[in-house]
DNA sequence: AAGATATATCGACTTTTCCCGATATCCCCA
DNA sequence: TGGGGATATCGGGAAAAGTCGATATATCTT
């Protein structure tokens, strides 16, 4: 994955969004409780907040997690999502000195 | 200008070129002496290294500026363009602990 | 004042992105 | 083992970005 495309990932205002909230699971996703949030935020919930179609969440989420800046884990029919922060400290370091 | 215009900036492999050219301006345009760099490098020597169009290169520009990551400044018939090293000092702060 | 040079802007066309609905896949459970 | 729920993928229409050639604007020179 090059840089470009990580930019590209970051180019979007929903998705921008997205990975703001996984900062704070608890804080943004209270409906999420019996599972826990090890493994981060169900698409679903993602969804409802978005407030965007089901299709488009899981494309924006699969845009995110090919630019590594999120990881997912399938558990049952799950797929949880959560931020990759070795990729922002990454990204931070690259903008700080690298571009 | 928001985070998401900033990222759109960013997401052209040209314009990444050209951010990158712009941090050693003395080695990448061997052929801009006489004016110095301290304004910058003007955009005539940007295109003819890019090998893009010139209304191309001046269009990218623009976009850079107005994503405040480079600043520009009208000497005579030329404008030069440097980066602005502010401006990627407080997106790695963003990307580190904003995003 | 006119021509030359550097840059910016405009109009058009192509490619990419956005976002949707429909459908497929995967997994659970009665 | 079949139905239902969660997610992924596909196909498409609308909007935005990429890129060009042509033209406009600004400035220098003579």
Redesign the pocket.
């Given at each position: 994955m090059d840089q470009v495309d990580i930019f590209?990932a970051l180019?979007?205002?929903?998705?921008l969004q997205i990975l703001n909230w996984l900062k704070q699971p608890q804080e943004n996703f209270p409906e999420q409780v019996e599972a826990g949030f090890s493994e981060g935020v169900?698409?679903?919930?993602i969804?409802k907040k978005a407030?965007?179609?089901?299709?488009?969440?899981?494309?924006?989420?699969?845009?995110l997690q090919r630019a590594g800046l999120v990881k997912?884990t399938?558990?049952?029919?799950?797929?949880?999502y959560k931020r990759n922060e070795e990729a922002f400290e990454a990204l931070s370091d690259i903008v700080k000195s690298n571009i």
């Open positions: 590209k180019s979007n205002k929903t998705r169900c698409v679903g919930q969804q407030g965007l179609t089901q299709s488009t969440v899981s494309e924006y989420l699969a845009t997912s399938r558990v049952g029919q799950w797929t949880y």
